[in-house]
C-alpha cells in the first residue's frame, strides 16, 4: 500500500531564504509526482508536475526533483516571500488517476 | 480557460439528510475526481468518473455515490449524512489521466449538525 510521507511538517523562515520540503513514498511504482499549495479553507493550486521518466521540473523559483528508485521527492523554493506562505502537498499516481497525498508541510514566511 | 467550479461553495445539513454537490471540470476535461479533505484524515480519495463510467473508488461507504454527464459534470451524492461526513469535498479534472495534471476546483465545505 502506497504511503507518502511529507517532513517538516511545519516551517518557518524569514524572507528571502532559500528552502527545501521533502516528500517520500513508498512505492516506486508511480505514474507521477505532483505538488501542489493549498492556502488556508481553499483548493489546490498545482505547482509541478514530475512524470515518472523526468528528474526535475522547474517553474519560476520553484524547482521541484524525483528521485524514484529511493522514493523521494523535494520541492526547492527560491528567495522565499510572505506569499509563499501555504501548506504545500505532494502526491503521487500509479497506474490509476488516483492522487495518495501526503500530510502536508505548513510553511510560514515571515516579512 | 475557466478553471473547475464547484457548487455549492458551503452547505450545512443535519444528520440524516442527504447531500448533492457539483462539479464543472475544465472545458475539454473527461476525467473528474472527487476527494475529502478533514483535519484528522488528510486528504482521501472517493472516486474518479471517466466518460461517464466510474474508474475507480475510494474506501468509502456506499452512502457516497457519484455520476458523470455527458458533458463531463459530475455531481457527488451523500445519503444519510453523518456528523464525520463534515470536510471540505474537492474535485480535480484532468485531460488524459494518469499522465496529465490534476487540477482542482475550490471546494464545498461541508458541515454537518
Known amino acids: 500500500k502506497q504511503e507518502v510521507t511529507q517532513i517538516p511538517a511545519a516551517l518557518s523562515v524569514p524572507e528571502g531564504e532559500n528552502l527545501v520540503l521533502n516528500c517520500s513514498f513508498t512505492d516506486s511504482a508511480i505514474y507521477n509526482l505532483q505538488w501542489f499549495r493549498q492556502d488556508p479553507g481553499k483548493g489546490l493550486t498545482s505547482l509541478l508536475l514530475?512524470?515518472?521518466?523526468?528528474r526535475e521540473q522547474t517553474s519560476g523559483r520553484l524547482n521541484a526533483s524525483l528521485d524514484k528508485s529511493s522514493g523521494r521527492s523535494t520541492l526547492y523554493i527560491a528567495a522565499s516571500q510572505p506569499g509563499d506562505s501555504a501548506t504545500y502537498l505532494c502526491a503521487v499516481s500509479g497506474a490509476t488517476n488516483k492522487l495518495i497525498f501526503g500530510t502536508g508541510t505548513l510553511l510560514a514566511v515571515q516579512p | 480557460k475557466a478553471g473547475v467550479t464547484q457548487t455549492p461553495r458551503y452547505l450545512i445539513k443535519t444528520r440524516g439528510q442527504q447531500v448533492t454537490l457539483s462539479c464543472s471540470p475544465i472545458?475539454?476535461?473527461?476525467?473528474v475526481s472527487w476527494y475529502q479533505q478533514t483535519p484528522g484524515q488528510g486528504l482521501q480519495f472517493l472516486f474518479e468518473?471517466?466518460?461517464?463510467?466510474?474508474?475507480n473508488k475510494g474506501n468509502f461507504p456506499g452512502r457516497f455515490s457519484g455520476r458523470q454527464f455527458s458533458n463531463s459534470r459530475s455531481e457527488m451524492n451523500v445519503s444519510t449524512l453523518e456528523l464525520g461526513d463534515s470536510a471540505l469535498y474537492l474535485c480535480?479534472?484532468?485531460?488524459?489521466?494518469?499522465?496529465?495534471?490534476?487540477?482542482f476546483g475550490p471546494g464545498t465545505r461541508l458541515l454537518v449538525l
Open positions: 468518473y471517466f466518460s461517464e463510467t466510474q474508474r
Open positions: 480535480a479534472s484532468s485531460q488524459s489521466p494518469p499522465q496529465e495534471t490534476q487540477y
Open positions: 472545458s475539454g476535461h473527461r476525467s
Open positions: 514530475i512524470q515518472s521518466s523526468q
